[in-house]
Nanobody, 122 residues
């Protein structure tokens, strides 16, 4: 599976962005999908995850209530809708698929996209 993240950009605090993660390969629909982010000088951290059927979603406390993860298996695409963005959301955002174990740990995901930069200005 190859993943391609897109949709990042520069946005003012309080604004919104929607990230997309396009997957190649027919197995995507059977994989848990996650979003992670990494700010300069910091470790990659969990943002959100969604089960393969889309029925279960999980969020970090820092984004809960502001971000929404979703997926369209017919389009082999996952999404991260980000609302009420804050400066501390500034990071490179990565999508990942196929978790072996806890979806909170980046090391448990087998496939990664290349990352898309999100910059939130005040």
């Amino acid at each position: 599976v190859q993943l391609q993240a897109s949709g990042g950009g520069l946005v003012q605090a309080g604004g919104s962005l929607r990230l997309s993660c396009a997957a190649s390969g027919s197995s995507f629909s059977s994989y848990t999908m996650g979003w992670f982010r990494q700010a300069p000088g910091k470790e990659r951290e969990f943002v959100a995850a969604i089960s393969w059927w889309g029925g279960s979603t999980y969020y970090s406390d820092s984004v809960k209530g502001r971000f929404t993860i979703s997926r369209d298996n017919n389009k082999n695409t996952g999404y991260l809708q980000m609302n009420s963005l804050k400066r501390e959301d500034t990071a490179v955002y990565y999508c990942a698929a196929d978790a072996s174990g806890s979806y909170y740990a980046p090391g448990n995901f087998n496939y990664w996209g290349q990352g898309t930069q999100v910059t939130v200005s005040s």
